[in-house]
Every structure is written in structure tokens, then in C-alpha cells.
């Protein structure tokens, strides 16, 4: 399975919006799994939560964010949508900077994701291809880069 499985043909959203909101910012990275049904609106509230409480404890390294709360918080389905954002985003992550990807994680269970987790890994530590998503025009070359992991 790769990560094309969870995203599916309509689980990526690319944006050139400026100056969004934390909140903002979340919400667009939940709004596919929110429409779709994967997640309840609880879980993006789980998010938005934790991250008030701890931060941007979801941003991994310069770039990159990993929107997540727990299975329990709202997941019905184990999927993930990819934000690409054209001019940055401040999650407020003093340690990496503006964010241009975010991949969201909808996980059932602790357990079951672990090669999803792999796969996001091999992804994240590929600079070329992050670099490639954040620079892609459409989402048909963003899918094409997920295939391969």
C-alpha cells in the first residue's frame, strides 16, 4: 500500500492563501478528511487543543508539519490528506520556520499506521521530493511523488 492508498485522488489541496491563522491553517489541513468523513470535527478540535496547550508539536522540520491527535478523538477511517502551502504558514514552531507541507495523519489505532509512519518517514528524509510536492503545480504531480512510497 502506498501512501497514494490514504490520500486517494481527492486528498490534496494546494494553496496560495497569505497570512492564514493557526486555526486557519489546521482547519485547511483537515478539510478534505473532514468532508470525505474520515475524521469526526472533534478531531480537528483535538488538534487545535493540543496545540494550544503544547505548540506545534506536529511541525517535524523546516517545512514540514504532521497534523495528528489521537485515534480516538474522531478517526472513522485510517487515511491522510496533503496540504501543500504555496507561501508558507506560520504554525508558530519556533524551531523550523513556516510550514509548506503538511500531511495530516488519521491513524484507527496505534499499531496499524506503523508502515504508513515508514513510508512518511522515507518521504520527509527525501529532500528532492519534498521540495518537488511544495513546488508542484497540481495535485496529478504531487500523487505521482506519493506512488513511490
Known amino acids: 500500500m502506498s501512501l497514494y492508498d ?72 485510517a487515511a491522510l490528506q496533503v496540504t501543500v502551502f504555496k507561501n508558507g504558514v506560520d504554525l508558530e514552531s519556533s524551531d523550523n520556520g513556516e510550514v509548506y507541507l503538511a500531511i495530516t495523519l488519521a491513524a484507527m489505532d496505534s499499531d496499524s499506521h506503523i508502515h504508513t509512519i515508514m513510508a512518511l518517514s522515507n518521504l520527509f528524509q527525501n529532500d528532492d521530493d519534498i521540495d518537488r510536492i511544495i513546488a508542484a503545480n497540481n495535485e496529478s504531480e504531487i500523487i505521482e511523488i506519493l506512488q513511490a512510497y
Do not use: F, Q
Not at 472533534?42 to 506545534?56: F, P, Q, R, T, V
Open 6 to 77: 490514504l490520500v486517494g485522488s481527492d486528498g490534496v489541496v494546494i494553496t496560495s492563501e497569505r497570512d492564514l491563522s493557526v486555526d486557519s491553517a489546521l482547519g485547511l489541513t483537515c478539510s478534505v478528511l473532514l468532508s470525505r468523513g474520515d475524521v469526526e470535527p472533534s478531531y480537528l478540535e483535538a488538534i487545535k487543543e493540543k496545540h494550544k496547550d503544547i505548540g506545534a508539536y506536529y511541525v517535524l522540520a523546516p517545512k514540514i508539519a504532521m497534523p495528528h491527535a489521537r485515534p480516538e478523538d474522531g478517526v472513522n477511517r
